[in-house]
């Protein structure tokens, strides 16, 4: 996990048949010590780190055209790589009210998936106050015009076909694991900055449509330019919170727990 995240760091569109750039990183001493292997691993690790750039991960509307979106597509200067962010809680952070936004994010994602699904962990831990703070992997803007969207990168292992990683078993990893607590706190910490940052971000409902893309969280190991129905890859999870989500959890975070359902 950690050497795809430092690979995706270095490796660029451009450079993808560069193998000097993978050797620098230090793989030869923690994989493969026969030249011959290590030879054949980089090439087939730079193919596939290739594909992974240049696969369809969603698609954009922009002046009523559909654009699809690709990591190979980017440029350096609309993306920030290893963002931080620190949140204070002014009051007490409830992990019931919480879990509640939570459940709701979790009925809305998954109530047109038919067949078992795995319930949604809850977070079990005493309320507390204090500081919150992360490090996002990547918030970038794919045209000059387009919107934000923060990124993240995933090495979990669903299986060894593409078909374990459409957005049924993608979203079943994503609950199970937690990934949805990441994405509530990622985008308040991304609303906070906009309304700082941006005077033309009010905080409301419609300058977060028209200013936040969504979330899009990519699970590498099912990541190729082969694409699922819905004309994106395997392994790219495409996720929205509504507003009124994003709202409650900056309202809590504020001490807020009495906020009006909306």
Not at 8 to 15: A, C, G, K, T
Not at 125 to 140: E, P, W, Y
Not at 150 to 158: E, S
Request: hydrophobic share 35%.
């Amino acid at each position: 996990g950690d050497d795809s995240h430092r690979l995706r760091e270095y490796l660029e569109d451009n450079v993808a048949s560069d193998y000097r750039k993978l050797l620098n990183l230090g793989l030869n001493k923690s994989y493969i010590e026969d030249p011959e292997k290590l030879g054949k691993f980089i090439s087939d690790l730079t193919s596939w780190f290739y594909a992974v750039l240049k696969a369809s991960i969603h698609t954009e509307i922009l002046e009523g055209q559909s654009v699809p979106l690709s990591l190979g597509s980017l440029k350096p200067s609309c993306c920030f790589r290893e963002v931080p962010f620190f949140m204070s809680c002014s009051g007490i952070f409830s992990y019931e009210k919480f879990n509640e936004i939570r459940m709701d994010f979790f009925e809305t994602l998954t109530s047109k998936i038919t067949g078992e699904f795995p319930e949604c962990n809850l977070i079990g831990k005493s309320d507390f106050t204090g500081f919150i703070k992360g490090t996002i992997d990547l918030v970038a803007r794919f045209s000059d015009r387009g919107k934000i969207y923060l990124l993240d990168y995933k090495t979990n292992y669903l299986g060894s076909s593409y078909e374990n990683y459409n957005r049924a078993g993608l979203l079943a990893s994503f609950f199970s694991s937690g990934y949805d607590v990441q994405t509530l706190l990622y985008t308040v910490a991304l609303h906070r900055y906009f309304k700082v940052a941006d005077p033309g971000y009010l905080g409301d409902e419609e300058s977060y449509n028209r200013m936040f893309g969504g979330a899009i969280y990519l699970y590498l190991r099912g990541m190729s330019q082969t694409r699922d129905d819905s004309g994106c890859c395997y392994g790219s999870l495409w996720l929205k919170p509504d507003f009124s989500l994003i709202s409650r959890v900056d309202a809590l975070l504020d001490g807020n727990c009495d906020w009006e359902e909306k």
